[in-house]
């Protein structure tokens, strides 16, 4: 989302600031509903940070990318608002799968897209084959390789390979139309998390008539067509996104369209500004940030308006294991432990709890046990003194690239001085804008030196953390980082059908992944945002890149008192 990631890790990717999405509603309309009431006309306006640096479900991995693709389209499956669980989407039921493990398939409900065209299985067939093409160097591609042939065919280098070995890779794709109404995919292993993977953005059925008409643009208003709850009908770049009601959208659960008419998502990249905002009521929903909590305690009406979110992302800050100085393990483990978390949390962002492992407390494998990256600061000026790095050059020129902001700016100064402090390193800052930095760390011959960057969860499963990010062939690898040892252990545990060999299995992976440390974890998440007591229907999750997403369609706005 990262994901988050995600992925949303599903996900892109996924940070905290990408969770704390900014919201606000349009004046109320003359002769609109009585108080209580939705009014079918109602309008919303959310903030979603930043200009997304691509909205194309088969590239996109950040959180602010995977949050419009997802008012568009509709997978296969969807994840339950209150269980996470994979239940149908787009699909009629839940799949029917061979006994084997390694063939499922889908059976499509009655769908069209917004302009009436029938969704059907050559659709998804399409969108799912988009993840696997090298052409497209999709983000999150990795999630793809169970499906057979999706690896060999997404590594080709397609400037070497020729087009006949390229077509023939491709046509040994696990991936088959039935029918129009049935999709069938044969995987590598048995894979319990499939239905969740179907349930995220990658394999929405992305039109391939708007795809080839539109190309590089197709993701523009007159392309982007999809079978979701909602319409992208205008695209104001760096300032605002607007998306509008899909009356051929029928929700499977009460057969209904979305609720709200529209829903427009503006550009603010500065929370004290958003904040400001909502206090004159230009806002419905604003994140509550450590800057923001002496405001909100000390007034009635905001403290009443305040709604808590248990996270599930993780935030880091990120070696480039491949460049150095942190080629060297004990550098990155001297960096990883010269940081006071519990200090972080209470000073400075308020909001949190501190982390020293990648799965988040609440999560699966999450473990309280895996405390390796703990702050011990004698131990880290020992670790950079025996390091193959100390006394040399290269531990007085590392740069530290983030997304700026003036609260961003306040977190890694700080994170600055506890290195300079413990370490009697200074690192030098390198702030670039939003859009940029997604830009940079998406390929490994711009990720930067040192960075601050997350994950959120995608779905409830260790597999979407540990081999979806870190597993050296994973798309979405922001670090560089390959231990063999660790892909095998996750890999172990992908297909492990026994729940407790899988659980120990993840276990081991990550705790060689805090000890290699390729990123130094540092905060899990929790979401705090204010809402107007008119912002109704709305269904929390900790999985949400965008508020209530999961069950959008039964989001409403009532008249404004």
Not at 12 to 39: F, N, R, S
Not at 166 to 174: C, E, P, S, V, Y
Not at 339 to 367: E, M
Not at 405 to 424: D, I, P
């Amino acid at each position: 989302m990262q994901r988050r990631g995600g992925i949303w890790s599903v996900l892109a990717l996924l940070v905290i600031a990408g969770l704390l999405a900014t919201a606000c509603t349009q004046p109320g309309q003359q002769g609109g509903p009585q108080a209580g009431a939705a009014d079918p006309n109602g309008e919303l306006t959310t903030n979603t940070g930043s200009e997304p640096d691509t909205i194309d479900p088969q590239k996109e991995s950040f959180v602010n990318e995977v949050a419009q693709t997802m008012m568009v389209f509709e997978g296969l499956m969807r994840l339950d608002a209150k269980t996470l669980k994979p239940i149908p989407g787009s699909a009629a039921k839940d799949p029917d799968v061979s006994s084997d493990g390694l063939k499922y398939t889908f059976t499509l409900r009655d769908m069209k897209y917004s302009d009436g065209q029938p969704v059907t299985a050559k659709d998804f067939a399409y969108g799912f084959t988009r993840l696997c093409d090298p052409a497209v160097e999709g983000q999150y591609s990795f999630t793809g390789y169970v499906i057979v042939g999706c690896e060999a065919w997404n590594n080709m280098d397609t400037k070497k390979a020729t087009k006949a070995e390229l077509d023939a890779a491709k046509g040994k794709l696990g991936i088959k139309v039935v029918n129009d109404k049935t999709i069938e995919f044969t995987l590598t292993e048995p894979a319990p998390y499939f239905k969740a993977i179907a349930a995220t953005w990658v394999g929405v059925p992305s039109r391939q008539d708007m795809v080839e008409k539109g190309g590089d643009k197709w993701t523009e208003p007159a392309t982007f067509i999809g079978n979701g709850p909602f319409k992208l009908t205008e695209w104001k770049h760096n300032e605002k996104l607007v998306f509008e009601r899909n009356d051929s959208y029928k929700d499977p659960q009460t057969g209904g369209a979305a609720k709200l008419k529209r829903w427009t998502k503006v550009m603010i990249n500065e929370g004290a500004v958003a904040f400001a905002a909502y206090r004159n009521n230009e806002l419905d929903a604003v994140g509550v940030a450590a800057e923001d909590l002496r405001t909100v305690d000390g007034d009635a009406d905001l403290k009443a308006q305040v709604v808590d979110v248990p996270g599930s992302c993780t935030s880091y800050y990120g070696f480039n294991t491949a460049r150095a100085p942190f080629t060297d393990v004990k550098v990155r483990q001297a960096f990883a432990k010269s940081f006071d978390r519990d200090a972080f949390i209470k000073d400075v962002i308020k909001i949190g709890a501190s982390a020293t492992s990648f799965i988040p407390p609440g999560r699966p494998g999450y473990d309280k046990d895996d405390t390796f990256q703990k702050y011990d600061v004698t131990m880290a000026k020992s670790l950079l003194a025996s390091s193959s790095f100390a006394g040399k050059p290269e531990l007085s020129t590392i740069k530290f690239t983030y997304r700026t902001s003036a609260r961003t700016k306040t977190r890694v100064e700080w994170v600055q001085q506890q290195w300079k402090t413990n370490l009697g390193i200074e690192v030098a800052l390198d702030p670039v804008d939003a859009t940029t930095f997604s830009q940079l760390v998406k390929k490994a011959e711009t990720t930067p030196q040192l960075f601050a960057l997350g994950w959120c969860e995608d779905y409830p499963d260790q597999q979407d953390w540990l081999t979806t990010v870190f597993h050296s062939s994973s798309t979405v690898t922001r670090t560089g980082y390959k231990n063999p040892q660790f892909d095998k252990l996750v890999k172990d545990a992908d297909k492990e059908p026994d729940p407790k060999k899988r659980d120990d299995l993840y276990v081991q992976a990550s705790r060689l992944l805090s000890q290699d440390a390729p990123v130094a974890f540092y905060v899990y998440s929790a979401t705090k945002y204010l809402r107007k007591p008119w912002f109704k229907g709305v269904t929390d999750s900790s999985l949400d890149f965008e508020i209530g997403i999961f069950r959008i369609v039964d989001i409403f706005v009532t008249k404004k008192s």
